[in-house]
């Protein structure tokens, strides 16, 4: 009897472990699978609107979108299902009432992201907020040059700022039969130093993949399962410090650990459907990209990104180590100068900039060389506000970790901190408002 009594009690607990569904109210479920059947639809005419879905085959679309863009039909459902939603926002289950609000957010991008696909546009700063639940500081030119002027300190030789920066970078540009290599070993590296203080799914794997003709530097293509294909564009001259930087972003503990532990810890262990289709163009971009950066300098902080290109991937890449670390302490200003992009975006959305202004500030602030400078152009013209996700985001996820894990925090401690942010069905408004 008392075995059979345990035995009774441990089926209940397997059942609950493995039906998490069965715990919360089944009406926001099914409100969560109407919220992924509509972006799967919409997904059939806007190719970038779903990032990755691993979810059931069964929310999947029945027939093949061949009508013309369904706009006001696609708008109407976004207002009806977020009014029911609207409804179970205070529901007594704090649970319940905080997936209602998360789905909100992101319907409320789904509502603007129909309309930028239809070729209605609204100003910078609405568009921004819609998306990604933020609008982002602005900045004027004088702190641009201000930047520059602490790089003009630093920078070695004579001539303009613009020359002597990228007389530098130069020195450090990686052949390309050796990008394949210098990036295997450089996303290797990013994953030992995330499995120091991670315990990731044991089937996890990913695949590298060299491509070109895009508007991006990298991409991260999650597959479900733990899986993910990499993609590195090499369409333009690749320095070695992008293949630390663009490599952990898009994998360790970038983009395909935040997918892992989605699917990990919200989608697999409590039940959260929602979180199986990822909309690129929604809030969860604004964790995603902040994440993504805030990573490589938790995975490298210091000075080891120097050292790790001094002792590995220059020699690998067979170039000369001389100026290495005059280049990283100059492209870590040249880092701040990110927020030069979201201007120029905002520029151009706001019809206050043109293309070839653009393309000068680019270059004069942002010290992009004239190829980098036109690929940034060609990824506002594709992704618009998404640009402010890269440097916002950042910003807003390291302030955010750290005061989640407490003044004199330990690297450890720092690393729990930023596990727990990327395994929550998190607001945007929650980190930037914290
Ligand atoms: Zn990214």
Redesign the pocket.
Known sequence: MFKNTIFYFAAIIFVAACSPKQTESPDINKLAEEYIRLGLDIGQYDGSFVDAYYGPDSLKPKTKADTAFPKQKFLDEVTALSARLQKITSDTSAAVSARAKWLLAQLKAYERRIKIFSGEYADFDTEAKDLFGVTAPKYDEKTFQQKLDELDKILPGNGSIFDRFQQLANRFIIPKNKIDTVFRTSILECRKRTLAHFTLPGQERFELELVNNKPWS???WYKGNYNSLIQINTDINIFIDRAIDVGS??SYP??HVYNMLLEENLYKGKGLIEISMYPLFSPQSFI??GS?NYGIQLAFPGDDRIQFSKEVLLPLAGLDTTGITAYFRATAIRGQLNYVRNEVARGLINGTMNETQALEWLMKYGLLNEETAKKSIDFIKVNRTYVIN?NYGLEAVEAYVNKKAGTNATEDQIWKAFYQLLSEQIMTTDIVNQ
């Open positions: 990298g991409y991260n972003h898009e970038g983009h995603a990209e993504g890269y």
